[in-house]
Structure formats: structure tokens, C-alpha cells
């Protein structure tokens, strides 16, 4: 048996085939938006996603911003565990005439959102940096509502009561600013 010699193979030079080309990149699935509205150069940019997302600019002041919310929830949350009399006589300028025991489960609430206000500065997700600001803004709106009710109930307005309201009032805008 004598075999038949095979054609010389031709190669196709597809780029200058602009048919072939676009059937190629349908097949392979590149070159059309995809649900979000991205359109990807390649297969392997489809599979990562796109890295432009992640060179968005944070606005000025976002870390400093959250750096100062960390130290302040920590700073908060030790006292209120450690000192919570001193500290419930300093806003309501009376004594604390129950338990401490509210007192000091606020101060383990407050380091609670201390904890993601210190994870929230070291990283690089925006979503997790969106979630750190809504959290912060969720307390001092919540902080607002509580100390405003309480102090219509005690029946007195306290200098420091009322600069603690202004404070919050002055933190969830900067939140919803930076947010």
C-alpha cells in the first residue's frame, strides 16, 4: 500500500479575515459586553474581572477618616467597660442609679464596632469600606434617637448630653459624606 502525500497544509491568516475573526471571538465568548455591561479583551479578563474597578480613588480623607472612628469606638469601649459610672455621670452629669451592667454591655457593642472600624482601614474592598461608614452611620443615628429620648424622659438637658448630640448629628453627616 502507497499512501497519498496530503496537501501542503495553508495556513489562514485570520486577522486579515475579519469574519473568521469575529466568529472566533463569539465561539470564545470575548469582545461582547457580558451582563454587567463590560466588554472583555480577552478570556482571561473575563475569568478576573476587570481591573479597573479597582483603581476607583477614595475620596480625601476616607482612611484618616476611619483611622480617627477606630480610635474613638476604642477609646469609648474601654471606658465605658473599665470606668461606666464615671463615664454615665459625665453625659447625664447625675449618678447612675442602676447597674452598671448596661453601661458596660454598650462599652462590648462599641467594641464590637471598633473591630470593623480596624478592618475596615486596612483594606482595599470597597464594599467592605461601604459597609465599615453604614455601620458607623446605622450607631450614631441609633446613638442620636436613644440619648434624645432619654434625656426627654429624665426630664434635663446637660450641657455634655447635648454637645454628645451635636457630636452625632456632626459624625453621621461626615459618614454619609464619605460614604
Keep these: 500500500m502507497t499512501s497519498k502525500p496530503h ?56 482612611r484618616v477618616w476611619i483611622l480617627i ?10 471606658m465605658a467597660l473599665v470606668f461606666p459610672n464615671q463615664l454615665y455621670e459625665l453625659v447625664f452629669e447625675e449618678e447612675l442609679s442602676t447597674t452598671n451592667i448596661s453601661v458596660r454591655l454598650y462599652g462590648g457593642a462599641l467594641l464590637s464596632l471598633a473591630l470593623i472600624m480596624w478592618n475596615g482601614l486596612y483594606t482595599a474592598e470597597k464594599i467592605v469600606i461601604q459597609w465599615t461608614l453604614l455601620s458607623e452611620a446605622c450607631y ?12 426627654m424622659e429624665i426630664g434635663i438637658l446637660p450641657n455634655a448630653a447635648m454637645l454628645l448630640l451635636l457630636s452625632r448629628v456632626l459624625f453621621l453627616i461626615g459618614n454619609v459624606k464619605h460614604g
Design 140 to 151: 450614631f443615628a441609633v446613638q442620636f434617637l436613644v440619648t434624645s429620648f432619654t434625656l
Design 69 to 78: 472612628s477606630a480610635v474613638a469606638f476604642t477609646v469609648m469601649a474601654l
Design 7 to 62: 496537501p501542503p497544509l495553508m495556513k489562514k491568516h485570520s486577522q486579515t479575515d475579519l469574519i473568521s475573526r469575529l466568529k472566533s471571538r463569539k465561539i470564545l465568548g470575548v469582545g461582547g459586553e457580558d451582563d454587567d455591561g463590560e466588554v472583555h479583551r480577552s478570556k482571561i479578563s473575563q475569568m478576573l474581572g476587570n481591573e479597573i474597578k479597582f483603581t476607583v480613588r477614595e475620596p480625601t480623607g476616607l
